[in-house]
C-alpha cells in the first residue's frame, strides 16, 4: 500500500538538519581547548553529541520508512509504557542537578521524561481524534486534561519544574480543537497577574482591576443585564483571592530557589554571585557579541566558564557571542519559521490524528523554545530546559527527533485515506 | 468538526511570530543598543598583564652609576585558588605568624576572592630564593617581579628624590598610571619622571570564570612591548658630593657647587642628609615616618627651599649695581662711620675692591642710599620708589627673587623676596617709605631673602664675570643624548665685565690679603676668591660663604651655608669651601688635620680655636 512515492517535508527536514548541525558547531565551540581539536574525539561532549546525531539521524530514516498507521494503533500502549517508565524512575533515579529524572542503564543514562512527550502526544491526539469527541464536553475536556496531567505530576516529583511545565504547550492543540479561548486568556491573565502581585502593592493593583470593570460595565456596554453584573463580580471576586493567594504560593509552593531566579528576573534582587549569576553570565556573554560576533571558536566569556551549563541549557549563550545578533536572530527566525511550517503541515492533514499530534509536536517545540531562549535573554524566570535539537544531550535530541519524524511520516501519507 | 475552527491556526501562529520578534528585539537590546553588558564582558574575559618597563639609570658626570634597579619579588595569591595549603609550613617558609597569615589572607579575600592581590609586597631575592622551589606546594599563590631602586653610594639622597606607590592625585592627573604603580615623588626620579619611567607594555591574556590564564588573546595581537625608562646623565660629581656630605655631617646647611661655564651643578648638598636606600621596599614606609617626622627636616633639599637673609655677600651684587648705574665709581671711598650702620673695626675703604674685601658696612650703606635716592624727583619717596624699581630690576637679572628654573620640581623650591615698590606700599603705604627705611637691605638683612642656589650662581655670575647660564642637574638623557637647549642660553646680568673684574679682585682679596674675612678659605696655589656672610637669626646666626676658583677662567662657583653656627662666614662656611674647592681642582685634599676638624665638629658647640673668635653683629 505505501509503494507510493513517499512526499516527506523537505522544508522541515532542512530546517531539523541546519539547526541540529548548528547547534553541534555550538557545543564544539562551547567545549572547545586546544587538548581536543578533533572533530569526533568521542571522549568530549561534541564528539558524544556526534554519535547522538547519527543515530538520531538512523532513527528518523527508521521512522520514515514505518507504516504510520503504528503510531496511532500503538498511542496508548506507548503512553502506558512511557508512565510505567516515569513512575519507574521514581524510585531508580539517580540525582543530576537537583533533579531526580534519569535511569542509569549504565552505558547511557536515559531521561523518561523526554519520551513522555512525545508518549503524551500520541495519546492526547488519539483521544482526540476518536469520533463523536467534542470539546464541549465536560468529560472530553477532564479526560484530555488528565492524559496530559499524570505526565507532568509524575514529572514535576521528580523535580524537574522545566519538563513538566512543557504540558503546558497541550493548551494550543486543544484550542485548535475547540477548547474555548477563554483559557489562554485566563491563561495569560494568570500569569500576568502573579507577577503584578509581586511587583505592585496589592491593593493598587486591585483598585487598578475594580476600575477596568466598571469601566467595562459603564462605558463600554450599552445595555447591561444582571447576568453582566455577575459576571464581573466574580471575575473581580477570582482575580482578588488569586491577587491574596499568590504570596502563599510564591512563599510556599515555590521552593527557594525558583523563589530567588523570579525575584532576580523582576530586578527585585540583584543576585550576582547566587540566584542572578547564571542570567546575568548569559546576557554578559550575549551581549558581548555585537551585531556579527566574535566568530566561531572565539568566545571568550563561554570559552573561559563564565557561563554554565553552557552546552546544555544555556547553549544559546554560545551562539549571541560567537554569532553575533546575525546568527541569533537567524536562528530564532528557523525556529519560528519551523513552527509555523508545522502548524500549516498539521492544517493539511485529512486526519484528525494527525492534526493533533502536528499541533503538539509544535506546542511542544515552541514551549522548549519560549522558556530557554527567554531564560537566557533575562524574560523568563532560570527553569533548565533544553532548546530542541540543539542542546547536548542524547534523550532529549532522540526524543525530539521521534516527536518529530512521527509528524514527518504522517504527513508523508496525508493522502492516503484512512 | 474538523474544520470548523481552522481559523484559530492563524491565532497561534501570530503568537508564535510574537514570541519571535520578542526575542529578536531582546537580541538587539543587549547586543546592539547596550554597551554595559559588552564593557562587563571584556572586563571580565580578559586581563591586561602589564610589563612594567625598567627605569632608568641615573649616572654621575663621569659616567659613575649613581642609581639603579634591582629585582624584588611580590608575592600574589588568589584566595579561591588557595588549596590543601600546609600553612604552618608556609608561615615557616615566609618567616610570618599564623596570625600574620590569616590577617593577610582576610585582606586578599576582602578584596576579592577570585583575583589576585598582593600577599606580601617586595620579598627579597635572598628571601625569595628560600621558598623558590617550594612553591608549587604553596597552590594559588604565585610570584610577581618588580624592580627596586638601588644606591650603590648613599649620597644626594635629597636631589635624586625617591620613589612610591602613586596616589589618588596621580592617578587624577595622569591616566598613565594605575593603582600600585610607581611614581617619582620627589627629585630628579619627579622631574624626569617621563623620561625615566618608560612605557609600560602590556599582555592580554584571557582568563577563565577562575581567573586563571587560558592563554594570550588573539595570539598576542594586542600585546605591546615595555619601553624601558631612559637613563639620566647628571651634572653630579659624585666624588666631590661625597666629600662634601662628608663635611656637612654633624651640621645643618647647605652646599651648592655650579661649573660657571655651564651652569652643570657638581655638587647639592642638603644636610642633614639620609641615605637613599631607606626609602626603598618595604622599610620604606617606617624611614618615610622617622625621616619626616625628624626636626631637622632631613628630606628637605635646603639648597632649594632654604630661605635666608643674604647678609653681606649680598654687597658684590649692590656694587655691582651701583658701578653699572653710575652712581659710584671704582674709586669711590666711604668713610666708614659707624654711626649709620655698625661695623667692625677696619680701615675706611677708598675703592670698591677694598670695600668688598673688608666687608664694611657703612660703605654699603652709602652705596645703596645712592642706588635707591637717585635725585630722579625732588620728592624723596617718588625717588625711592624710582629707585628701588630700578634696583628690583637689576636683582632679577642677576637671578634673585625668582624661582631658579632648575630641573627639579618646582614645589621644593622657594623664590626668595626681593621686595619691590609694591611690597613695601603694601606695608607702609604708598609713598609713606623711603631709602630710610629700607636701608637694611643695603647689607643684605631687612627684608630682601635668598635661596642658597641663588647665591652660589651669582658666585658664578662674578666667575662668568657677568653672566649666568640656569644651573640644572642633567647634562642629557637617553640612547639620543636629548639636551635642554635652554640650559645653554646666557643669561646676561647686564653689568659691564669690567666691574664684575673689580668684585672678582675684592673677593681675592677676602681670601689672600690680610684684612680679609676669610683667610681660612685659602689653599696653596688655587686662587680662590670668596666673600663671607653672617645670615642674623633668632637662633645663632648662619654661616655664609660664596667663592669661585680659579680666579681667572674659574671651574667652580660655589655657596656653601652653615646653620646657626658659632662665628662668621670665616669661621665654618669659609674653609669648607676652601676644602671643596681643593678637592676638585686638586683631585685630593692635602690637608687632612683641617680636613678632620670640619668633618667632626658640631659648629653648634664652641670652636676649638687657639683664637676664640667673637661674635660681631653686623661683621662678615
Redesign the interface.
Known amino acids: 500500500m505505501y509503494q507510493e512515492k513517499l512526499k516527506v517535508d523537505w522544508i522541515t527536514i532542512w530546517l531539523y538538519l541546519a539547526i541540529m548541525l548548528f547547534g553541534w558547531l555550538n557545543i564544539y565551540s562551547a567545549g572547545y581547548n586546544?587538548e581536543h581539536t578533533s572533530l569526533f574525539d568521542f571522549s568530549v561532549q561534541h564528539g558524544k553529541q556526534f554519535v547522538w546525531i547519527v543515530a538520531a539521524l538512523v532513527l528518523a530514516v527508521v521512522i520514515t520508512f514505518t507504516e504510520p498507521r503504528v503510531f496511532s494503533n500503538t498511542a496508548y500502549p506507548i503512553y502506558i509504557i512511557v508512565m510505567g517508565l516515569l513512575i519507574i524512575t521514581l524510585f531508580l533515579a539517580v540525582t543530576v542537578n537537583g533533579g531526580k529524572s534519569w535511569i542509569d542503564l549504565g552505558f547511557f543514562r536515559f531521561q523518561p521524561s523526554e519520551f513522555a512527550k512525545f508518549a503524551t502526544a500520541l495519546a492526547v491526539a488519539k483521544y482526540m481524534s476518536t469520533i463523536g469527541?467534542?470539546?464541549r464536553d465536560m468529560r472530553t475536556k477532564l479526560v484530555a486534561a488528565a492524559l496530559i496531567a499524570i505526565p507532568a505530576a509524575l514529572i514535576l516529583l521528580q523535580h524537574d519544574t522545566g519538563s513538566a511545565l512543557v504540558f503546558v504547550g497541550f493548551i494550543?492543540p486543544l484550542?485548535?480543537?475547540?477548547l474555548s479561548?477563554n483559557f489562554l486568556i485566563i491563561g495569560v491573565a494568570a500569569i500576568a497577574l502573579f507577577v503584578l502581585a509581586l511587583l505592585v502593592n496589592k491593593y493598587i493593583l486591585l483598585g487598578i482591576l475594580l476600575a477596568m470593570g466598571l469601566f467595562y460595565l459603564f462605558a463600554w456596554l450599552n445595555k447591561r443585564t444582571s447576568r453582566d453584573y455577575w459576571h464581573v463580580a466574580a471575575v473581580f471576586a477570582c482575580c482578588a483571592m488569586f491577587i491574596f493567594s499568590v504570596d502563599f504560593i510564591f512563599n510556599n509552593v515555590l521552593e527557594p530557589h525558583q523563589r530567588g531566579r523570579i525575584d532576580v528576573l523582576l530586578g527585585k534582587t540583584e543576585d550576582l554571585q547566587g540566584s542572578g549569576y547564571n542570567v546575568n553570565q548569559s546576557?554578559?556573554?550575549?551581549?558581548?557579541?555585537?551585531?556579527i560576533g566574535k566568530g566561531f571558536l572565539r568566545g571568550?566569556?563561554t570559552?573561559?566558564?563564565?557561563v554554565p551549563e553552557q552546552e546544555t541549557d544555556f547553549i544559546f549563550c554560545t551562539v549571541?557571542?560567537e554569532w553575533?545578533?546575525l546568527g541569533?536572530?537567524i536562528l530564532?527566525?528557523l525556529?519560528?519559521f519551523l513552527?509555523?511550517r508545522l502548524?500549516?503541515m498539521?492544517?493539511r492533514q485529512r486526519s484528525?490524528f494527525s492534526?493533533i499530534y502536528g499541533?503538539s509536536v509544535?506546542s511542544i517545540l515552541?514551549i522548549h523554545?519560549?522558556v530557554n531562549?527567554?531564560m537566557v535573554?533575562?524574560?523568563v524566570p532560570v527553569i533548565g530546559i533544553p532548546l530542541p535539537f540543539f542542546s547536548y544531550g542524547g534523550s532529549s535530541l532522540l526524543a525530539f527527533t521521534i516527536l518529530l519524524f512521527i509528524f514527518i511520516r504522517q504527513d508523508a501519507s496525508k493522502n492516503q485515506l484512512l | 468538526?474538523?474544520n470548523?475552527?481552522?481559523d484559530?491556526?492563524h491565532?497561534?501562529?501570530i503568537i508564535?511570530?510574537v514570541?519571535?520578534v520578542?526575542?529578536?528585539g531582546?537580541?538587539?537590546i543587549?547586543?546592539?543598543f547596550?554597551s554595559?553588558?559588552?564593557e562587563?564582558?571584556?572586563q571580565?574575559?580578559?586581563r591586561n598583564v602589564t610589563q612594567y618597563p625598567a627605569r632608568g639609570f641615573i649616572y654621575d658626570r663621569h659616567g659613575e652609576l649613581l642609581v639603579h634597579n634591582e629585582a624584588v619579588y611580590d608575592l600574589m595569591v588568589i584566595p579561591r585558588m588557595v588549596k590543601d595549603l600546609d600553612t604552618n609550613y608556609f608561615c615557616q617558609c615566609l618567616g610570618i605568624t599564623r596570625a600574620d597569615f590569616d590577617d593577610r589572607m582576610q585582606k586578599a579575600r576582602k578584596y576579592s576572592p577570585y583575583s589576585a592581590s598582593i600577599f606580601m609586597k617586595q620579598v627579597s631575592k635572598e628571601e625569595y630564593a628560600k621558598f623558590e622551589n617550594k612553591m608549587f606546594r604553596f597552590k594559588g599563590f604565585y610570584i610577581s617581579q618588580r624592580t627596586l631602586r638601588i644606591y650603590d653610594r648613599p649620597i644626594a639622597a635629597q636631589v635624586l628624590g625617591y620613589v612610591g606607590e602613586v596616589d589618588q592625585a596621580d592617578l587624577d592627573r595622569d591616566p598613565y598610571y594605575k593603582r600600585g604603580d610607581y611614581i617619582g615623588k620627589s627629585g630628579l626620579e619627579k622631574s624626569y619622571e617621563e623620561v625615566l619611567r618608560g612605557i609600560k607594555g602590556k599582555k592580554v591574556m584571557?582568563?577563565?570564570?577562575?581567573n586563571r590564564e587560558?592563554?594570550p588573546?588573539r595570539n598576542g595581537a594586542l600585546d605591546t612591548m615595555p619601553v624601558e625608562g631612559c637613563n639620566l646623565y647628571t651634572t653630579l660629581d659624585a666624588d666631590l658630593q661625597t666629600y662634601a656630605e662628608e663635611l656637612m655631617a654633624n651640621k645643618r646647611g647647605c652646599v651648592v657647587a655650579i661649573e660657571p661655564s655651564t651652569g652643570e651643578i657638581l655638587a647639592m648638598v642638603s644636610a642633614p642628609t639620609y641615605d637613599p636606600n631607606l626609602l626603598v621596599g618595604r622599610i620604606r614606609g617606617k624611614n618615610y615616618i622617622m625621616l619626616n617626622s625628624d626636626i631637622s627636616k632631613p628630606m628637605l633639599n635646603r639648597a632649594l627651599i632654604g630661605q635666608y637673609p643674604p647678609g653681606s655677600i649680598f654687597k658684590v651684587a649692590q656694587s655691582m649695581v651701583a658701578l653699572d648705574l653710575g652712581v659710584i665709581n671704582p674709586g669711590s671711598g666711604f668713610v666708614c662711620d659707624k654711626s649709620l650702620v655698625g661695623c667692625h673695626n677696619h680701615p675706611s675703604a677708598r675703592s670698591v675692591q677694598e670695600a668688598i674685601k673688608m666687608s664694611c658696612n657703612p660703605y654699603f650703606y652709602q652705596v645703596y642710599r645712592r642706588v635707591v635716592q637717585q635725585g630722579k624727583y625732588r620728592n624723596i619717596y617718588k625717588d625711592a620708589q624710582y629707585g628701588l624699581t630700578v634696583w628690583h630690576d637689576y636683582m632679577l637679572r642677576f637671578g634673585f627673587g625668582q624661582k631658579i628654573d632648575i630641573d627639579l620640581p618646582k614645589s621644593g623650591m622657594s623664590s626668595g623676596n626681593i621686595p619691590d615698590t609694591a611690597f613695601y606700599n603694601r606695608w607702609y603705604g604708598k609713598e609713606r617709605w623711603a631709602f630710610s627705611t629700607i636701608y637694611s637691605n643695603s647689607i643684605g638683612q631687612g627684608e630682601v631673602t635668598v635661596v642658597p642656589i641663588q647665591m652660589a650662581n651669582l658666585a658664578a655670575i662674578v666667575a662668568n664675570r657677568g653672566y649666568y647660564v640656569t644651573p640644572h642637574m642633567v647634562r642629557f638623557y637617553g640612547p639620543d643624548s636629548i639636551q635642554n637647549e635652554e640650559y645653554h642660553k646666557r643669561h646676561e646680568t647686564g653689568v659691564k665685565r669690567e666691574y664684575f673684574d673689580i668684585a672678582a679682585a675684592g673677593m681675592y682679596d677676602v681670601v689672600h690679603v690680610a684684612g680679609g674675612t676669610a683667610r681660612r678659605a685659602r689653599v696653596d696655589g688655587l686662587d680662590i676668591c670668596g666673600k663671607t656672610g653672617t645670615a642674623e637669626n633668632y637662633g645663632n646666626d648662619h654661616s655664609v660663604f660664596i667663592c669661585f676658583a680659579p680666579k681667572d677662567n674659574p671651574k667652580i662657583a660655589m655657596a656653601v651655608y652653615v646653620e646657626n653656627a658659632q662665628g662668621g662666614g670665616g669661621t665654618w662656611a669659609a674653609p669648607i669651601a676652601g676644602l671643596l674647592v681643593e678637592k676638585y681642582l686638586n683631585g685630593e685634599v692635602k690637608r687632612k688635620d683641617v680636613e678632620k676638624q670640619y668633618k667632626e665638629i658640631n659648629p653648634c658647640q664652641k670652636l676649638p680655636l687657639t683664637r676664640r673668635v667673637k661674635k660681631a653683629k653686623k661683621r662678615g
Do not use: C
Request: glycine share 12%.
Open positions: 586546544a469527541i467534542d470539546m494550543f484550542y485548535r480543537e475547540g479561548g546576557k554578559i556573554a550575549i551581549g558581548s557579541g555585537g551585531i571568550t566569556l570559552k573561559a566558564d563564565f549571541g557571542e553575533g545578533f541569533s536572530s530564532v527566525a525556529y519560528i513552527l509555523i502548524v500549516d498539521a492544517e484528525p492534526r499541533y509544535a515552541f523554545l519560549f531562549v527567554g535573554l533575562g524574560l | 468538526m474538523s470548523q475552527y481552522a484559530r491556526s491565532v497561534v501562529k508564535f511570530i514570541i519571535g520578542l526575542f529578536i531582546r537580541l538587539a543587549l547586543q546592539l547596550n554595559e553588558y559588552r562587563k564582558g571584556e571580565q574575559s580578559l584571557h582568563v577563565d570564570v577562575h587560558i592563554g588573546y
